[in-house]
Structures are given as C-alpha cells and as structure tokens.
C-alpha cells in the first residue's frame, strides 16, 4: 500500500510541475513576443517624432506654401508648367527611323575584296 501511495503522489506532483513548466514556458515566450512589439512600436514612435519635428520647421511650412498655394518671395519669377499629358500632346513628333540591318563582318569583308 505504501509503495502504490508514494507512486500515485509521485505522479501528481510530476503532472502538477509539468504543468507549471509549461505555464511559466508560455509566459516566458508571451513576455518576448511583446518586447518585440514594443522595439517596433518604440522604432515607429522615433520615426513619427522625427517627422512631426520635420514638419514643424519653418522651412518646410514654407516649401509647402510655395509649392501648394503658389507663394514666391518678393523678386522671384513663378513657371507653371502643363501637365505632362498635355506637353505630349503639344511635342512635335519625329518621324520614326527605318531600322537598318547590320551584315555580318564576314559579309563585309567579302564585299571589301570583290
């Protein structure tokens, strides 16, 4: 009887801690998965605050009103160009060059000598 005891509590602790290795194995792996995301939520976060500084300077305010809306400093000259389709349209065309056949050296060199 004893024997018989001693195994079956031998076994409910074994299945007890090979419960607890798999709980603590499945945290230990939840806990990387999201350090991963944080790095790349922490990366994301940098690179949207580099822009908003980016954004928020002067020079690109700026370049945005002069591109955008047209603006130019006092003594500068504004180009509107057509769009692309248009300047197609309006291009003179070039009549389209007849594709010439090169002869083989051989065949040149038999020419050379007639």
């Known amino acids: 009887m004893g024997l018989v005891g001693a195994v079956i509590i031998f076994l409910i602790l074994g299945t007890s801690m090979t419960k607890s290795i798999n709980r603590i194995r499945e945290g230990d792996m939840l ?5 991963v ?6 990366q994301e976060n940098k690179k949207l605050t580099e822009q908003l500084q980016i954004t928020e300077s002067e020079e690109f305010v700026e370049k945005q009103m002069r591109d955008k809306l047209g603006l130019a400093k006092e003594g500068e000259i504004i180009i509107v160009l ?12 070039l009549p389209k060059s007849e594709e010439v056949k090169l002869k083989p050296n051989w065949q040149k060199w038999v020419e050379l000598f007639k």
Do not use: M
């Open 31 to 35: 806990i990387q998965k999201t350090k």
């Open 82 to 93: 057509p769009e692309p389709d248009i300047v197609k349209k309006l291009a003179p065309t």
């Open 37 to 42: 995301r944080l790095e790349k939520i922490n």
